[in-house]
């Protein structure tokens, strides 16, 4: 039987096996294995089961996730006076509004993603010091 569903493996020192479970039943379709392919085999046959006995049953399975494609479009509606600080910006830089936007947005996440690298190793040392 195929399906379509999403799987994710991670490795567990506590039961020194890989942990193989399917996000879209959240904790109830696991499977357990000593190689990243016995795992995904082992998840293969519990969603199987899962969706055998949810068919033999009426229960409604989970709609499967899948990639979402980004178009690189999107529509922001902005305050009055961000939109005119940002405008004004724009005009400064002598560039366009959509690239001034782009740059603030790449930016802002620039400093996000490094903020949370510089953090992330304090926070374990003071979960585990």
């Known amino acids: ?12 020192d506590e ?6 479970v399917s996000p879209e039943f959240g904790a109830g379709v696991s499977a357990f294995g000593g190689t990243l392919a016995e795992a995904a085999r082992e998840l293969t046959t519990a969603l199987e089961l899962e969706i055998e006995m949810s068919d ?5 399975l989970p709609e499967p996730r899948v990639l979402s494609s980004y178009s690189g479009k ?3 509606r902005l305050g009055s ?3 005119r600080m940002v405008a ?4 400064r830089s002598g560039i366009s509004l959509n690239s001034t936007l782009l740059t ?5 996440l620039g400093r996000s993603v490094e903020g949370r690298r510089i953090a992330d190793p304090a926070e374990s040392r003071r979960a585990t010091g």
Not at 1 to 12: A, D, E, G
Not at 88 to 91: C, H, I, L
């Open 104 to 108: 603030l947005i790449s930016l802002g």
């Open 81 to 83: 006076e961000l939109h």
């Open 74 to 76: 999107t529509v922001v």
């Open 56 to 60: 033999s049953e009426g229960e409604p």
């Open 15 to 20: 039961d020194a096996a890989y942990i193989a």
């Open 1 to 12: 039987m195929s399906n379509k569903y999403s799987v994710n493996i991670i490795w567990s």
């Open 88 to 91: 004004g910006e724009a005009a």
